[in-house]
């Protein structure tokens, strides 16, 4: 197949198909995958962008650069949101490898971002990083006052699984100074969190 049908196949109906085009477009790439890859976050079918989204996780590492200068520098709420996705499943889809420091700074700089759909986003990947996120996570919970992107950071905190956000989560759960909503979120993240590290440790 072509290249172009490979990328008209990411809009099959049929996920099979979309799966299979993904694969293969991440197996043969050129120097103009990515960017054209990128290029279709902003587009308006849903399954096209999310088929995007998913083909960039599936290519990894080689990706990060172009998909950060997106998520930081587009004018396009679609595309920053979307952007954020793509690094979260990259973490998904390569966990054993360590996140470049350039998509972490990245989402770091995101959480900042004004708009809902893209902080919220940002937290969430983080929240699939694991330790290697555990600062930037807890220097934006102490840092924003903005209530959505602390109760994120603290449900993002409990799935990374890393024991020292029993700390921060304990004393996010009783700070009387911290918004009440923050703190129940706080509270019921550390039932989740021992829920994770105990999974794990059955695990490893």
């Keep these: 197949m072509t290249t172009d049908s490979l990328f008209e196949q990411l809009k099959h109906p049929n996920p099979h198909m979309r799966d299979r085009a993904m694969l293969e477009i991440a197996d043969e790439r050129d120097e103009n995958t990515i960017p054209r890859l990128v290029g279709i976050l902003d587009e308006e079918d849903v399954t096209y962008r999310r088929a995007a989204v998913k083909a960039l996780g599936v290519i990894g590492e080689d990706a990060v650069p172009l998909v ?12 920053r949101g979307s952007a954020a996705k793509v690094l979260a499943q990259i973490a998904v889809n390569y966990p054993d490898l360590p996140f470049p420091e350039a998509g972490l700074q990245g989402l770091k700089t995101a959480i900042n971002d004004p708009n809902p759909v893209v902080h919220i986003a940002a937290v969430m990947a983080l929240g699939q990083m694991g330790s290697s ?8 919970l ?11 950071i603290v449900n993002a905190l ?7 956000c029993i700390e921060v989560l304990t004393t996010f759960a009783n700070d009387e100074a911290v918004d009440s909503y923050v703190r129940e979120s706080a509270t019921s993240s550390l039932s989740r969190l021992d829920l994770v590290m105990n999974y794990r440790r059955g695990d490893s």
């Design 158 to 164: 409990a799935s990374i699984g890393d024991g020292r």
């Design 68 to 79: 950060v200068e997106a998520l930081l520098h587009s004018d396009n709420v679609t595309v």
């Design 133 to 140: 996120a555990f600062d930037i996570l807890v220097e934006s």
């Design 142 to 152: 102490k840092t924003t006052d903005n209530v959505a992107v602390q109760v994120a």
